[in-house]
């Protein structure tokens, strides 16, 4: 097998914790990466305005993990969607820039009356250019965001030092149930966050559903780069 060269992961400029499972943590994965953090821009940015001046940010950062050598790229925020195609543009290698890619995936895999669920860090920071972004107006989706939780929407958003991971969970927990309580025909979930994929086994077992996040998107696009040999 050829040397693998790393997942570059386009990072936040941040300073809550990054546990197991979160896509900011290296130890979250099964291959090697490079992390490039985009220096003052935080998730306060997100609460404030989502316009273009973040692009050329973004695109410099991914140009350089690409002089760097990673075999593709990635991010630590769902909400970053908006800038996939002009990201793409600026590299030769693939860009996976937020878990919201699985939405059609998502889609396809369910019967025609089924809708696609999306749980956001903030139903109202999550709108009509993202689902453009990643093709997915025309699909059937259900959003539910974690601003009435206690912990994990305040965590994130205002960039907290400390996570009560217990806590977190339950938000999460509880979001997916409402979630499939108000919504009885969602097949699938997709969590946009990349700091809720330590929580994707909890809600999967809460709701019974199919469960993607950043981790599943980012693997299965790894694996497709360094397939495994059979004979």
Known sequence: ????????????????????????????????????????????????????????????????????????????????????????????????????????????????????GVITIDSRLLGQEHLKAIGGVSIPIAIIGLESGQELNCAILENKKELNIVQAEQDMVGAARRLVEENPTVGAIVLECANMAPYATAVQEAVCRPVFDITTLANFIYQSLYRQRFF
């Open 1 to 116: 097998m050829k040397a693998q060269a790393p997942m570059g992961i386009i990072m936040l400029d941040t300073q809550f914790p990054r546990i197991p499972g979160d896509a900011g943590g290296a130890e979250t994965w099964d291959f090697p990466v490079i992390y490039k953090v985009v220096k003052g821009i935080t998730p306060q940015f997100f609460k404030e305005d989502q316009d273009k001046k973040l692009l050329k940010v973004l695109q410099d950062a991914a140009q350089e993990l690409e002089r760097e050598g990673v075999a593709a790229i990635t991010s630590t925020c769902g909400l970053l969607a908006i800038y996939q195609q002009e990201i793409a543009e600026t590299v030769k290698i693939p860009v996976l820039i937020s878990s919201l890619l699985q939405i059609p995936l998502a889609y396809h895999l369910l019967s025609k009356d089924q809708k696609v």
